[in-house]
């Protein structure tokens, strides 16, 4: 383990410290944050300075500090990331704060391990946030990684919508708020804060490993101060067209989308191909991505081909972002998720649980959660058969939720067939979109 503190060599910047701590107070009072509250701590030097400013707002407002509680989740990636959850845990009850380590056994990936740890994090602190009634998790994102998301992006030849970079507040899983209250703090600022506080924090090896996409990007900009700043004001006004196109395709969708409970669209081309195309992309991009249970928006090129073939005279489907799409005639088309790469999963009882990005479920009961797969309609008769038959439009019956339980039990959720105990289901895609029309 690398920890660092920085010893002081100049004089202490009084106003530096002042400054920091009036803004951070003045974003939490914004973002109407309010107790019990939850955060993410790592131990590196942004999620550290959360912590002690966060301890600095609770003194001064006179906050209870046992209603703050700081999360720290261990990936089991590193071998000193026991020990490391451990000092967390310290310096967190040293402040008064609750402490929880939330352990990932995901395994390692093969491909994408920034990208699946980090799904993994959210996942972890959004579930135990919805378990123990906190409706607020902030998390210690900086301008500079602002400026790091955004030049990915740029790099990648996002659109508008894509550049727009990270929200302030934005809904995370499980209906929990993700806060932000240190975007216009510099990762160099926060240090330097808590080398006045005498503060320690962690310095994460994999901060350095060039194998990374960010820490590429985080090199490229060093010292392109000039670079950094055109970077940042392009996602300060790209953030502004996105949230407008995104509050357009949700009205678009709320006519055009009839979206069911259990994971699927019927799309009316009519009223869809009467927006702007533009506007048009934009909603198929949203309501793809949930339906697909897709991480990240599909990419222009991809989209663009298949809103041509739903839009043209003749409309035909094809498959993008994990959905699937079925023309069913020229004035409507059906959109659900793909029967493949579907995992399965455990569910522990009464704990809230995320399944393929697209449902987020609490079990009264210990399960197993995964797809329906097209040869298991065997296994039920009669009338249960035909209520999973009808439960969703054939095309999509393959990504159908069952749940098994321990004692061999099958249920069907949607379908209403072999239910036990209490079980509660939301389908993620609705709160992308607000109230659209349920089936």
């Not at 300075?49 to 609770?58: E, F, K, R, S």
């Not at 703090?185 to 060039?210: A, H, K, M, V």
């Not at 069907?412 to 289901?425: F, K, R, W, Y």
Request: hydrophobic content about 45%; glycine content about 12%; proline content about 3%.
């Amino acid at each position: 383990m690398s920890r660092a503190s920085g010893p002081q060599t100049t004089a202490p910047d009084l106003s530096l410290a002042e400054g920091v701590e009036r803004n951070f107070a003045k974003r939490l009072l914004l973002f109407s944050v309010g107790t019990p509250l939850a955060l993410a701590v790592s131990g590196g030097g942004d999620s550290v300075a959360l912590m002690h400013l966060t301890a600095a707002w609770v003194k001064a407002a006179g906050i209870d500090p046992a209603s703050i509680f700081v999360l720290t989740v261990d990936h089991g990636l590193r071998p000193e990331a026991e020990k490391e959850v451990a000092h967390v845990g310290a310096w967190a009850r040293g402040l008064g704060f609750s402490h929880q380590a939330l352990a990932w056994k995901g395994g390692t990936p093969t491909s994408g391990l920034q990208e699946k740890a980090r799904n993994a994090r959210r996942e972890l602190m959004c579930g135990w946030c919805r378990d123990h009634g906190v409706g607020d998790l902030l998390v210690g994102h900086t301008a500079d990684d602002q400026i790091e998301t955004v030049g990915m992006r740029l790099v990648k030849a996002s659109g508008t919508a894509g550049l727009g970079g990270m929200k302030d507040v934005g809904e995370g899983l499980y209906g929990v708020r993700i806060c932000r209250p240190l975007l216009g703090e510099t990762r160099q600022g926060l240090r330097d804060w808590l080398r006045l506080q005498g503060r320690e924090w962690i310095e994460d090896p994999s901060n350095e490993d060039t194998s990374f996409e960010r820490v590429q990007m985080r090199q490229a900009l060093a010292g392109q101060d000039a670079a950094a700043a055109d970077v940042t004001q392009l996602a300060d006004i790209a953030l502004d067209g996105r949230e407008a196109l995104d509050k357009a395709a949700d009205l678009l969708l709320q006519d055009a989308a009839q979206l069911h409970a259990a994971g699927w669209a019927e799309l009316d081309l009519e009223v869809f191909a009467s927006a702007p195309r533009s506007l048009g992309e934009h909603a198929l991009s949203r309501v793809l991505a949930a339906l697909g249970g897709a991480a990240y928006p599909p990419n222009r090129q991809s989209l663009a081909r298949v809103y041509d073939g739903l839009t043209g005279s003749n409309p035909v489907g094809g498959t993008l972002a994990g959905s699937l799409i079925v023309a069913k005639s020229r004035k409507s088309a059906l959109l659900g998720r793909e029967a493949r790469n579907i995992s399965s999963q455990a569910l522990t009882a009464q704990q809230w649980e995320m399944w393929d990005h697209r449902f987020e479920i609490r079990s009264g009961r210990h399960a197993r959660v995964r797809a329906l797969a097209h040869s298991e309609l065997e296994v039920f008769s009669g009338v249960d058969r035909e209520r999973v038959k009808a439960a969703v439009p054939a095309a999509f019956r393959g990504s159908l939720m069952v749940l098994e339980y321990e004692d061999g039990q099958l249920a069907v959720p949607h379908a209403g067939v072999g239910l036990v105990g209490d079980l509660e289901i939301i389908f993620r895609g609705f709160r992308p979109f607000g109230a659209l029309g349920l089936g």
